[in-house]
């Protein structure tokens, strides 16, 4: 089984900057992809990021040239850079694993999930 644990909640200033992280442990698979996630409230889950086995990336257009993705896999942690944030970043942010090397932007395809941490951003 692997565990996904991520740092606490954050707030931020509009145009500011946060990098969030996530660990890795227990199990784990050589041949995986990870990706971020975000829910606000009274919205649904949607695809931030994501990263496949080969390091190519994925983004979604909202986050796209702002947000950066990366592994580091000697400590077994992934982050996500996330610049010039603004008020509608506020939400509840998920990393995410999955067993296979192919990235995926659909929440239902990740096997793990972090247990999530609150960033806010403030006009």
């Known amino acids: 089984q692997v565990q996904l644990l991520q740092s606490g909640g954050e707030l931020v200033q509009a145009g500011g900057s946060l990098r969030l992280s996530c660990v890795a442990s227990g199990r784990t698979f050589s041949r995986s992809s990870m990706g971020w996630f975000r829910q606000a409230a009274g919205k649904e889950r949607e695809f931030v990021a994501a990263?496949?086995?080969?390091?190519?990336?994925y983004y979604a257009t909202s986050v796209k040239g702002r947000f950066s993705i990366s592994m580091d896999n000697t400590e077994n942690t992934l982050y996500l850079q996330m610049n010039r944030l603004n008020v509608d970043d506020t939400a509840v942010y998920y990393c995410?694993?999955?067993?296979?090397?192919?990235?995926?932007?659909?929440?239902?395809?990740?096997?793990?999930w972090g247990q999530g941490t609150q960033v806010t951003v403030s006009s």
């Open positions: 995410a694993g999955r067993a296979s090397g192919k990235a995926a932007e659909v929440a239902h395809e990740y096997d793990y």
């Open positions: 990263l496949d086995w080969l390091g190519n990336t």
